[in-house]
């Protein structure tokens, strides 16, 4: 069993940076992790995703592509979230993601078996 701790989530104004962490417990190899937010009254947005498994398998959201960088620290086994250009839109519970059922969508949240508690990004203007 996976088990997902996030930190980092704070307040900032617009075009600051916060870098997210996802500390892992437990067989976190060759998995998709990722992250997703979500608002209240909405649902849970893909934002980042990474194959654990190899170099290179990483997908972003349109909306934050080229402000967000999704990383994997194997030696830590955690994996970071670096937000750019915060927008106040970027303003949502961030949550990380683990052990994605295979052959399903990155950016599906219901395709993920393990999660973390959420933390929360607000971003002002």
């Known amino acids: 069993q996976v088990q997902l701790v996030e930190s980092g989530g704070g307040s900032v104004q617009a075009g600051g940076s916060l870098r997210l962490s996802c500390a892992a417990s437990?067989?976190?190899?060759?998995?998709?992790m990722a992250w997703f937010r979500q608002t209240p009254g909405q649902k849970r947005e893909g934002v980042a995703a990474?194959?654990?498994?190899?170099?290179?398998?990483?997908y972003y959201a349109d909306s934050v592509k080229g402000r967000f960088t999704i990383s994997r620290d194997s030696a830590k086994n955690t994996v970071n979230l670096q937000m750019n250009s915060l927008e106040p839109e970027d303003t949502a519970m961030y949550y990380c993601?683990?052990?994605?059922?295979?052959?399903?969508?990155?950016?599906?949240?219901?395709?993920?078996?393990?999660w973390g508690q959420g933390t929360q990004v607000t971003v002002s203007s």
């Open positions: 990474l194959y654990s498994g190899g170099p290179g398998n990483t």
């Open positions: 437990g067989y976190t190899r060759s998995t998709w």
């Open positions: 993601a683990a052990n994605k059922r295979a052959g399903g969508d990155v950016f599906d949240a219901t395709e993920y078996m393990s």
